[in-house]
């Protein structure tokens, strides 16, 4: 069964560092999604992105963050200045049509750690 | 706006025993619910959705949910617990243009032999 695979399954950072979260959606898929976990607290929407633009972003995804399709297959988080609070599980997903109802599958997560 | 608040932090039941997760939602027009399933060092597993077709859903591994609209409630249940099911589960609603999810806070379900 296609998956979503994300690389590494655990990165550590010192401040102000830059980060580059890897992600390989389902293949016919064609919107992307990045979601993200603070400890203790709930799952958050990042950014959603189609047609290599980003469709929709959340108040979190502020200049700091970017994302790129760079070869068809991948599909990438840039965080340009780490911070101490980017510290997160970052969670990958792709869903083939990207309206609400279609099913999101998600990848394994990214444990990002910000030291 | 969506949101979907999940009733129970934690939930702890015996092994063979039935399984109730609570949810209820927020929403101005009729909902897409799902309930996501994350076991220990995995990703997020889809169990089941509702989107406006029939309002009791079933899923994988025996689970189901009912939509009820007069409760604004999205409840998740198994008839029978088992080891295999102790995870975090989380209710979502879908929300915007492009779908993205808005999930609750997560329900840690324990699984006692």
């Known amino acids: 069964e296609p998956e979503v695979t994300q690389t590494p399954s655990h990165q550590v950072t010192q401040m102000g560092q830059e980060v580059i979260l890897r992600c390989v959606p389902i293949?016919?898929?064609?919107?992307f999604y990045w979601y993200r976990q603070i400890l203790g607290q709930k799952v958050e929407f990042l950014v959603s992105?189609?047609?290599?633009?980003?469709?929709?972003k959340s108040e979190i995804f502020d200049d700091q963050f970017s994302v790129e399709r760079p070869d068809g297959s991948n599909f990438t988080l840039k965080i340009r200045s780490t911070k101490l609070e980017d510290s997160a599980m970052y969670f990958c997903?792709?869903?083939?049509?990207?309206?609400?109802?279609?099913?999101?599958?998600f990848g394994p997560g990214t444990r990002l750690t910000v030291l | 706006a969506q949101s979907v608040t999940q009733l129970d932090s934690h939930v702890s039941v015996s092994e063979g025993t039935p399984v109730l997760l609570r949810c209820n939602y927020s929403?101005?027009?009729?909902?897409?619910l799902f309930w996501y399933v994350q076991h220990p060092n995995k990703g997020l597993q889809l169990l089941l959705k509702?989107?406006?077709?029939?309002?009791l859903v079933k899923g994988i591994n025996g689970f189901e949910a009912e939509f009820k609209k007069s409760e604004t409630s999205f409840h998740l249940t198994k008839p029978s617990a088992h080891m295999s099911d102790a995870a975090e589960y989380f209710c979502?609603?879908?929300?915007?243009?492009?779908?993205?999810?808005?999930f609750g806070q997560g329900t840690t379900l324990q699984v006692k032999p």
């Open positions: 997903a792709s869903s083939e049509v990207g309206l609400v109802g279609d099913t999101q599958y």
């Open positions: 293949s016919n898929h064609l919107y």
């Open positions: 992105f189609y047609n290599n633009e980003i469709s929709e």
């Open positions: 929403s101005s027009y009729s909902p897409s």
């Open positions: 509702y989107t406006s077709a029939a309002t």
């Open positions: 979502v609603v879908g929300s915007g243009n492009t779908g993205k999810l808005i």
